[in-house]
C-alpha cells in the first residue's frame, strides 16, 4: 500500500524559504506523477505543482510560478517542494499527492494517493 509522508513544513517570515519533503513508500513503482496541493483555513484545495516521472515536465499554479520549484529524486522515492519569497497568502495545510497517470491527472485532482499534510504558516 502507497504511504505518502510530507515534512519540512512550520513557521517563516515573509520573503523567507522553506522546503518540502514528500517520502513515499510501499508500491511506489505504481506512482508516476506527482504533485503538491495546498488547502487554506476556510478555502478548497488548491494545486500547486506537479512534475512528470522523468522530471522533465513541471507545471505549476499561477500563483506559485517563480517562486516554487518543485523536483524529484526516484532513487529516493521523494519529491520537493522548494518555496522562495514566501508571502502571508501562501499559508496553508500543504498536501503531496501522488498519480498511476501523468500530470494531468495531478492537475486535475484525480491523483490516486495522498499524504496527511504538512502546516505552512507565512507571518507578515
Known amino acids: 500500500q502507497v504511504q505518502l509522508v510530507e515534512s519540512g513544513g512550520g513557521l517563516v517570515q515573509t520573503g523567507g524559504s522553506l522546503r518540502l519533503s514528500c517520502a513515499a513508500s510501499?508500491?511506489?513503482?505504481?506512482?508516476?506523477?506527482m504533485g503538491w496541493f495546498r488547502q487554506a483555513p476556510g478555502k478548497e484545495r488548491e494545486f500547486v505543482a506537479t512534475?512528470?516521472?522523468?522530471?522533465?515536465?513541471?507545471y505549476y499554479a499561477d500563483s506559485v510560478k517563480g517562486r516554487f520549484t518543485i523536483s524529484r529524486d526516484n532513487a529516493k522515492n521523494t519529491v520537493y517542494l522548494q518555496m522562495n519569497s514566501l508571502k502571508p497568502e501562501d499559508t496553508a495545510v500543504y498536501y503531496c499527492n501522488g498519480a498511476r497517470g501523468g500530470t494531468s491527472t495531478i492537475k486535475a485532482g484525480l491523483g490516486d494517493y495522498w499524504g496527511q499534510g504538512t502546516q505552512v504558516t507565512v507571518s507578515s
Open positions: 510501499g508500491g511506489t513503482s505504481s506512482i508516476y506523477a
Open positions: 512534475i512528470s516521472w522523468g522530471g522533465d515536465t513541471t
